[in-house]
């Protein structure tokens, strides 16, 4: 029986030992806001003694309602245990270390730590509400927080909601390691875009994680922001456009300035220019300027202009050997670009396209006039046509022209036409017994001189002329040779007199007529009759005299009453006329300017197949003693090599015109 009885006693004294008094709930740090309401919790069990709080290590008092604590009390069902202290509202004072003792029981509570957080005020924006700045210079915005915000607060920038980056944060303390003041700093480059933008500086902490928001609005100051337009940019060369020049800036605009190709445009003010386009306007941009307090600003525009070719760069002449390469180059500019085709001159068929012709290994053939043509634009103005001409060096082409039947013992004259590039060294007349390269011998005389450029631009040539004075039968059966050469090579042909048939007269007002001549200048009444053959007629020559005698061989032969004066010779009519070389008097050629249909010495119809071209000779007595000074200084191919192309419209030589040549020596016999 005592071993239950002390296994009760022990029992019963485990149990007492589990009733002493004790924590059942321990205040744990908190956090409170300023001006709020702060509340420690502690609970005990098992203990109906003195329970206090003390703060940083000082007992706060035993009673509940903590006298000389005005913020703090004791709260709770003392009965059960429950002693929770109270702090409202809460100040910066109030931020310490807590705990809760059981003074009779010796319990003492884990110390806990009451933080005091304070929100920020609202931040401060430097400048604001409106802040003014200049466009394109580089800015700082500063955002200032000022006072005892815990913890220190961040600011942050905000444009439409978006956070802004490129801050600097800067964190100013004050004496003991306060805060004092917090600033960021926002740096920028302003446009005339943000031109009355709202920005937003937030300064938010953990005791007040919404943060609080200051607003600014920007005010820029910016130079011009141009725009210029015209109306209508493709346009046709000489039509109007109206350029608009559009300007937005703050402070306002102060002038324009209009510009063509960088040359101001004179007389143009305000934000409208009106003028007529060309094609300069197509590489030289108009510009308007517009001005104000800030600043210029600066645009231009350059025009579609469309217009017709323009002849930029001319072909230039060439002048090649045979079988050499040759080339031609023209330049055409326009809007749009012009074709520019190639063809010779006077045929329609299209050589080649682009801005150069090629002609391989060019023969005689080849040489003539080559046309450059770009077709007119849009506008149907401009284009046209550049010739250039090519020149083949080839040997000489020596061609006999007809030359008119001469009499027994009268003036003969035997013709040939020279086609040479370069210049011939000489141009000679040979027969039997001689040959003459210029001047006189004897019976015969040479002159040579230029012809000039003729029909269709086919080159120069010469022509080479041989006078006889006083025939002979052997001349009218030998032949004569007339040849050229130059540094290519040698040419000639072989030319004949022909002879013709004794002269006729008329009695009736001593009129005689100079056969194988005629001169549109003869003046001839209805009245008088002609006697003799119907061949080649001559100029009738009025004398004052009848005696003139017709002996058996056709010559005349007449008594000289003037003494000389008037000297009739043979069947040659001397009138102040000098005489020609080994005592012969030579004819007079008769004027070029006589009417083209009355044909003469140079006669060149059935061989050029037109028109006799002129008269080589003025109506007056003369001739050349030397050759022309200077022949001729290029070679253009005829269309043909060889004996004339007698088919109507096709002439192998086609000049037009002749020279007038000059006689420096003129002999007159008194």
């Known amino acids: 029986m005592l071993v239950p009885a002390l296994l009760v006693l022990l029992f019963c004294l485990r149990g007492h030992a589990g009733l002493s008094p004790h924590f059942l709930q321990q205040p744990d740090d908190l956090v409170a806001l300023l001006g709020d309401e702060a509340r420690l919790p502690c609970a005990l069990g098992e203990y109906w003694g003195l329970v206090q709080w003390t703060k940083d290590g000082l007992a706060l008092g035993g009673e509940r309602d903590l006298p000389g604590w005005s913020r703090y009390w004791i709260s709770g069902n003392a009965a059960s245990g429950q002693h929770d202290l109270y702090i409202r509202p809460v100040e910066l004072e109030d931020q310490a270390s807590y705990e809760c003792q059981a003074t009779q029981a010796g319990l003492r509570s884990r110390p806990a730590q009451l933080h005091v957080l304070v929100p920020p005020e609202a931040p401060q924006v430097l400048g604001g509400p409106f ?42 303390l004050l004496k003991e390691g306060t805060t004092g003041s917090v600033e960021s700093i926002l740096s920028l480059t302003p446009s005339s875009h943000d031109d009355g933008a709202t920005l937003v500086c937030r300064a938010r902490s953990q005791a007040l994680p919404s943060g609080k928001d200051t607003a600014i609005t920007l005010s820029l100051q910016y130079p011009p922001v141009v725009t210029l337009s015209a109306e209508p940019q493709t346009v046709l060369e000489g039509e109007k456009v109206t350029f608009l020049c559009h300007a937005t800036a703050q402070p306002p605009v102060t002038g324009y300035r209009w510009a063509k190709g960088g040359s101001p445009v004179l007389g143009a003010r305000g934000p409208m220019l009106e003028v007529v386009a060309d094609a300069s306007f197509l590489t030289e941009p108009v510009s308007c300027e517009v001005s104000n307090a800030v600043g210029s600003a600066n645009r231009s525009t350059a025009l579609d202009v469309q217009f017709g070719p323009i002849l930029q760069a001319r072909p230039e002449p060439m002048s090649v050997d045979v079988g050499e390469d040759a080339s031609f180059s023209c330049a055409w500019r326009g809007n749009p670009l012009p074709r520019v085709t190639w063809t010779r001159s006077g045929d329609a068929q299209v050589l080649g396209s682009g801005t150069t012709l090629l002609l391989p290994s060019v023969g005689p053939e080849d040489a003539g006039d080559y046309v450059c043509r770009a077709e007119p634009g849009l506008s149907g103005l401009g284009g046209g046509a550049a010739e250039a001409r090519l020149t083949v060096n080839a040997p000489p082409i020596v061609t006999a022209l007809h030359s008119a039947p001469a009499f027994l013992r009268g003036p003969a004259r035997l013709q040939c036409l020279v086609f040479a590039s370069p210049a011939p060294d000489a141009v000679v007349w040979s027969w039997d017994e001689g040959f003459l390269e210029a001047g006189s011998q004897g019976r015969f005389l040479v002159e040579t001189f230029p012809v000039p450029e003729g029909r269709e631009g086919q080159g120069p040539a010469l022509i080479s002329v041989l006078h006889i004075s006083g025939t002979q039968e052997s001349d009218f059966s030998r032949g004569f040779n007339c040849s050229a050469r130059n540094r290519l090579g040698e040419g000639g042909t072989q030319v004949s007199l022909g002879r013709r048939a004794s002269a006729s007269f008329s009695k009736q007002k001593n009129l005689v007529r100079i056969p194988g001549s005629s001169d549109g200048s003869s003046s001839r009444g209805p009245e008088e009759e002609e006697i003799g053959s119907g061949e080649d007629r001559g100029p009738i020559v009025h004398t004052d005299h009848s005696d003139l005698v017709l002996d058996e061989e056709g010559a005349l032969e007449t008594k000289d009453p003037t003494n000389g004066y008037y000297k009739v010779r043979g069947v040659s009519v001397s009138l102040s006329l000098g005489e020609g070389p080994g005592g012969g008097l030579f004819l007079p050629p008769p004027s070029p300017l006589g009417h083209p249909g009355t044909p003469t010495f140079c006669d060149f119809n059935p061989h050029l197949g037109m028109v006799p071209p002129c008269r080589l000779y003025k109506a007056r007595a003369g001739y050349l003693t030397t050759p022309h000074p200077r022949a001729f200084t290029s070679y253009s191919k005829p269309t043909s090599i060889g004996p004339p192309d007698l088919a109507p419209r096709t002439p192998p030589f086609p000049y037009a015109a002749f020279p007038i040549p000059s006689h420096p020596r003129l002999q007159t016999h008194v």
């Open 131 to 172: 802040v003014s700045l200049v466009a394109g210079i580089p800015a700082n915005l500063t955002c200032r927080s000022r006072g005892d915000a815990r913890p220190t607060p961040e600011l942050l920038w905000f444009r439409d909601g978006i956070r802004l980056d490129g801050t600097t944060f800067r964190q100013t």
